[in-house]
């Protein structure tokens, strides 16, 4: 069965710092990976996918995430954190259904930047 | 841009009501799912479709069901609602599988 784990509740950096949320999943195939941003009173928002090709994968507002095969991880990053970067993150997989294919999230890390 | 619109922000129902909760597109997408969020737990998919009259469960499905009989809409039917099942209500669509999903505003959902 496939999964997503995100290990960190809430992770907390400072303005200008460089952030890492954290992610890994298990998954039969290949890994077909998402991160999704929510803000306060919004709707989810995608950042950036992995489908195949180079394992650094540049997305929104100026984030990026590396695949790791061999760690089977999916961290997103960013170089500067910015006080209206605070959000809840979620990182996604493509699992397998019986008939089609559906994407499982998981449990979400709030980030919080603090100027 | 791709528009998922979901007919209610909030509603509040009571114990044991029959509950719909409505979801459009606008995009010709072929996928759409439903989901409910609930803090801590993250997303948990209840059902998703991938063609119209075709549906699959997903992780969470006990007390739901859902109706797709045009592509653009799909409607996740509480049967007799309880208070378990009050929650943030997310409705998203797809054009293909490797692709991202598109969320509509989500219905929050209390019952009482």
């Known amino acids: 069965a496939q999964s997503v784990a995100q290990p960190e509740d809430q992770v907390n950096v400072a303005e200008g710092n460089p952030l890492t949320v954290k992610c890994t999943y298990s998954v039969s195939g290949n890994p077909y990976l998402f991160w999704y941003v929510q803000y306060p009173n919004r709707g989810l928002q995608f950042l950036l996918k992995?489908?195949?090709?180079?394992?650094l994968v540049k997305g929104s507002y100026g984030f990026e995430a590396e695949f790791n095969k061999s760690q089977t991880s999916f961290h997103l990053k960013k170089p500067s954190a910015l006080v209206s970067d605070s959000a809840l993150y979620f990182c996604?997989?493509?699992?397998?259904?019986?008939?089609?294919?559906?994407?499982?999230f998981g449990a979400g890390t709030r980030l919080f930047v603090k100027a | 841009d791709v528009k998922v619109t979901q007919s209610s922000r909030y509603l509040v129902k009571r114990t044991g009501e029959k509950v719909f909760l409505e979801c459009v597109q606008d995009?010709?997408?072929?996928?759409m799912f439903w989901y409910r969020q609930d803090p801590g737990l993250g997303l948990r998919l209840i059902y998703f479709?991938?063609?119209?009259?075709?549906?699959e469960k997903g992780d969470i499905p006990e007390g739901y069901s859902v109706s797709r009989e045009k592509k653009e809409r799909f409607s996740l039917i509480l049967e007799s609602a309880s208070t378990n099942q009050t929650s943030m209500y997310l409705c998203?669509?797809?054009?293909?599988?490797?692709?991202?999903?598109?969320f509509g505003s989500g219905t929050q959902l209390s019952v009482l």
């Open positions: 996604a997989v493509r699992g397998i259904g019986t008939g089609g294919f559906k994407t499982i």
């Open positions: 992995y489908i195949t090709g180079d394992n």
């Open positions: 998203a669509s797809s054009f293909d599988w490797n692709e991202k999903l598109f």
């Open positions: 995009m010709d997408h072929e996928n």
């Open positions: 479709s991938y063609d119209v009259k075709m549906k």
